[in-house]
């Protein structure tokens, strides 16, 4: 029998760091929505979506 073990483990970042996490994952899910957004408009007009191939080309 294989036994799997976890690890559980807690961060107390600082005022900084927090700030710093709240900043990345806003700036995610700004990212996400508005691709999300355009796949959609973009299925919508087409009937086509955009692949992710296509979507990350336009994020450079």
């Known amino acids: 029998m ?3 073990r ?4 807690r961060l107390y970042p600082s005022r900084k760091q927090k ?3 709240d900043k990345t994952i806003g700036s995610s899910k700004f990212i996400y929505n508005y691709f ?7 299925y919508k007009e087409t009937d086509k979506s955009k ?3 296509d979507q990350g080309k ?3």
């Open 6 to 9: 976890g690890y559980v483990s």
């Open 51 to 53: 692949s992710a191939y």
């Open 36 to 42: 999300l957004e355009d796949k959609i408009k973009e």
């Open 58 to 60: 336009e994020v450079i």
């Open 2 to 4: 294989q036994i799997l």
């Open 19 to 21: 700030e710093l996490i």
